[in-house]
Protein backbone atom coordinates (compact mmCIF):
# COMPACT_ATOMS: atom_id res chain seq x y z
CA UNK A 1 0.00 0.00 0.00
CA UNK A 2 2.73 2.45 0.54
CA UNK A 3 4.40 1.94 -2.23
CA UNK A 4 1.09 2.85 -4.22
CA UNK A 5 0.79 5.97 -2.14
CA UNK A 6 4.15 7.18 -3.48
CA UNK A 7 3.52 6.08 -7.24
CA UNK A 8 -0.14 8.77 -6.57
CA UNK A 9 2.32 11.49 -5.65
CA UNK A 10 4.31 11.24 -8.98
CA UNK A 11 0.93 12.20 -10.12
CA UNK A 12 2.14 15.89 -9.95
CA UNK A 13 4.97 14.98 -12.27
CA UNK A 14 3.20 13.28 -15.50
CA UNK A 15 3.22 15.68 -18.06
CA UNK A 16 -0.58 15.73 -19.83
CA UNK A 17 -0.47 16.47 -23.52
CA UNK A 18 -3.03 15.86 -26.30
CA UNK A 19 -0.30 14.55 -28.66
CA UNK A 20 -2.05 15.39 -31.81
CA UNK A 21 -4.99 13.97 -30.93
CA UNK A 22 -8.14 15.53 -33.09
CA UNK A 23 -10.71 17.82 -31.03
CA UNK A 24 -13.24 15.09 -29.60
CA UNK A 25 -16.95 15.07 -27.75
CA UNK A 26 -17.26 15.31 -24.09
CA UNK A 27 -18.47 11.17 -25.21
CA UNK A 28 -15.04 10.45 -26.70
CA UNK A 29 -12.27 9.10 -24.58
CA UNK A 30 -9.97 11.78 -24.97
CA UNK A 31 -10.64 13.94 -22.48
CA UNK A 32 -7.60 13.29 -20.16
CA UNK A 33 -9.77 10.26 -18.40
CA UNK A 34 -10.28 6.97 -19.20
CA UNK A 35 -13.95 5.79 -20.36
CA UNK A 36 -16.33 3.33 -20.50
CA UNK A 37 -16.12 0.62 -22.81
CA UNK A 38 -19.44 0.11 -24.63
CA UNK A 39 -18.20 -1.35 -27.81
CA UNK A 40 -19.40 -4.78 -26.99
CA UNK A 41 -16.71 -7.71 -27.09
CA UNK A 42 -13.19 -6.92 -27.55
CA UNK A 43 -11.81 -6.80 -31.22
CA UNK A 44 -9.55 -9.55 -32.01
CA UNK A 45 -5.44 -8.68 -31.56
CA UNK A 46 -3.34 -10.09 -34.06
CA UNK A 47 0.06 -9.24 -33.68
CA UNK A 48 3.99 -10.46 -33.43
CA UNK A 49 6.24 -10.49 -30.63
CA UNK A 50 9.86 -9.25 -31.11
CA UNK A 51 10.99 -12.37 -32.20
CA UNK A 52 8.28 -13.23 -34.48
CA UNK A 53 5.67 -15.38 -32.81
CA UNK A 54 2.47 -14.19 -33.60
CA UNK A 55 0.07 -13.74 -30.75
CA UNK A 56 -3.37 -13.16 -29.85
CA UNK A 57 -5.64 -11.48 -27.08
CA UNK A 58 -6.45 -14.82 -25.68
CA UNK A 59 -3.00 -15.86 -25.11
CA UNK A 60 -2.99 -13.34 -22.09
CA UNK A 61 -6.51 -14.36 -20.63
CA UNK A 62 -6.21 -14.47 -17.13
CA UNK A 63 -4.38 -12.02 -15.96
CA UNK A 64 -5.52 -7.86 -16.20
CA UNK A 65 -3.94 -5.63 -19.22
CA UNK A 66 -3.23 -2.85 -20.88
CA UNK A 67 -3.26 -2.62 -24.02
CA UNK A 68 -1.72 0.15 -25.86
CA UNK A 69 -1.02 1.37 -29.53
CA UNK A 70 2.42 3.14 -29.88
CA UNK A 71 5.41 4.19 -32.07
CA UNK A 72 8.93 5.43 -31.26
CA UNK A 73 8.31 8.89 -33.39
CA UNK A 74 5.47 9.97 -31.02
CA UNK A 75 6.10 12.16 -28.37
CA UNK A 76 3.36 11.30 -25.89
CA UNK A 77 4.32 7.72 -26.29
CA UNK A 78 7.65 8.13 -25.28
CA UNK A 79 5.89 9.92 -22.40
CA UNK A 80 3.84 7.21 -21.49
CA UNK A 81 6.65 3.88 -22.00
CA UNK A 82 8.20 4.15 -18.69
CA UNK A 83 5.42 5.13 -16.58
CA UNK A 84 3.94 1.70 -17.65
CA UNK A 85 7.32 0.28 -16.31
CA UNK A 86 6.27 1.57 -13.00
CA UNK A 87 2.96 0.44 -13.33
CA UNK A 88 4.15 -2.95 -13.43
CA UNK A 89 6.21 -2.70 -10.63
CA UNK A 90 3.33 -1.04 -9.01
CA UNK A 91 1.24 -4.12 -9.45
CA UNK A 92 3.30 -6.63 -9.89
CA UNK A 93 1.26 -8.76 -7.52
CA UNK A 94 -1.19 -8.72 -9.33
CA UNK A 95 0.05 -10.01 -12.20
CA UNK A 96 -1.14 -6.85 -14.14
CA UNK A 97 0.61 -7.05 -17.98
CA UNK A 98 1.64 -4.15 -20.28
CA UNK A 99 1.24 -5.40 -24.15
CA UNK A 100 2.74 -1.87 -26.32
CA UNK A 101 1.80 -3.09 -29.71
CA UNK A 102 4.02 -1.20 -32.07
CA UNK A 103 2.37 0.85 -35.20
CA UNK A 104 4.11 -0.16 -38.17
CA UNK A 105 7.22 0.29 -37.42
CA UNK A 106 10.42 -1.57 -38.04
CA UNK A 107 11.60 -4.37 -35.45
CA UNK A 108 15.05 -3.03 -35.65
CA UNK A 109 13.97 0.68 -34.69
CA UNK A 110 11.65 -0.23 -31.82
CA UNK A 111 15.23 -2.25 -30.34
CA UNK A 112 16.76 1.03 -30.78
CA UNK A 113 14.18 3.27 -28.93
CA UNK A 114 13.56 0.52 -26.13
CA UNK A 115 17.36 1.07 -25.35
CA UNK A 116 16.66 4.55 -24.88
CA UNK A 117 13.63 4.77 -23.50
CA UNK A 118 12.77 2.15 -20.42
CA UNK A 119 10.29 -0.38 -20.62
CA UNK A 120 9.31 -3.57 -18.92
CA UNK A 121 6.04 -4.93 -20.58
CA UNK A 122 5.30 -7.05 -23.37
CA UNK A 123 6.05 -5.64 -26.78
CA UNK A 124 4.25 -6.36 -29.68
CA UNK A 125 4.29 -5.40 -33.60
CA UNK A 126 1.53 -4.35 -35.97
CA UNK A 127 3.29 -3.85 -39.54
CA UNK A 128 0.23 -4.16 -41.17
CA UNK A 129 -1.27 -0.81 -39.21
CA UNK A 130 -4.51 -2.44 -38.98
CA UNK A 131 -4.83 -3.31 -35.65
CA UNK A 132 -5.66 0.08 -34.29
CA UNK A 133 -7.93 1.06 -36.35
CA UNK A 134 -9.90 -2.68 -35.54
CA UNK A 135 -9.57 -1.54 -31.81
CA UNK A 136 -11.53 2.45 -32.71
CA UNK A 137 -8.59 4.06 -31.97
CA UNK A 138 -7.42 7.09 -34.89
CA UNK A 139 -4.37 8.37 -33.06
CA UNK A 140 -1.38 7.43 -31.16
CA UNK A 141 -1.06 6.51 -28.27
CA UNK A 142 -4.56 4.92 -27.34
CA UNK A 143 -4.83 2.07 -24.89
CA UNK A 144 -7.28 -0.34 -23.22
CA UNK A 145 -7.99 -1.93 -20.31
CA UNK A 146 -8.95 -5.07 -19.93
CA UNK A 147 -10.08 -7.41 -17.32
CA UNK A 148 -8.66 -10.62 -16.46
CA UNK A 149 -11.57 -12.51 -18.70
CA UNK A 150 -10.58 -10.53 -21.74
CA UNK A 151 -13.87 -7.91 -21.47
CA UNK A 152 -12.15 -4.37 -22.38
CA UNK A 153 -13.31 -2.38 -19.70
CA UNK A 154 -11.95 1.19 -20.31
CA UNK A 155 -10.66 3.19 -23.00
CA UNK A 156 -8.24 6.13 -23.96
CA UNK A 157 -7.19 8.24 -26.98
CA UNK A 158 -4.09 10.58 -26.56
CA UNK A 159 -2.10 10.56 -23.65
CA UNK A 160 -2.61 9.56 -20.38
CA UNK A 161 -1.50 10.42 -16.51
CA UNK A 162 -1.92 6.96 -15.40
CA UNK A 163 -0.66 8.46 -12.22
CA UNK A 164 -3.83 10.80 -11.70
CA UNK A 165 -6.27 9.50 -9.28
CA UNK A 166 -9.22 8.88 -11.87
CA UNK A 167 -6.82 6.37 -14.20
CA UNK A 168 -5.71 4.69 -10.72
CA UNK A 169 -8.95 3.93 -9.50
CA UNK A 170 -10.19 2.57 -12.74
CA UNK A 171 -7.38 0.47 -13.01
CA UNK A 172 -7.64 -0.96 -9.39
CA UNK A 173 -10.95 -1.80 -10.06
CA UNK A 174 -10.52 -4.37 -13.39
CA UNK A 175 -7.49 -5.43 -11.32
CA UNK A 176 -9.21 -5.85 -8.22
CA UNK A 177 -12.29 -7.65 -9.70
Given at each position: ???????????????????G???A???E?S?????????????A??A????G????????V??P??L???????G??R??????????D???D??????A?????M?A?????L???P?????L????Q????????????????????????F??????DW???????????????
Open positions: MERRKSFQLLGGMALMAAGVRAGNDPQGKLMPWTRGAAPLSLTMERKVTLQDYGALINFWASYCPCLEMPTFSMLLLYSKKLRVLVNHGEPRIAQFQAVFTGDVLDRSKQLAAWGGRALPTSFIIDAKGRVRWHIGELTAWDAQSKLQQVIEG
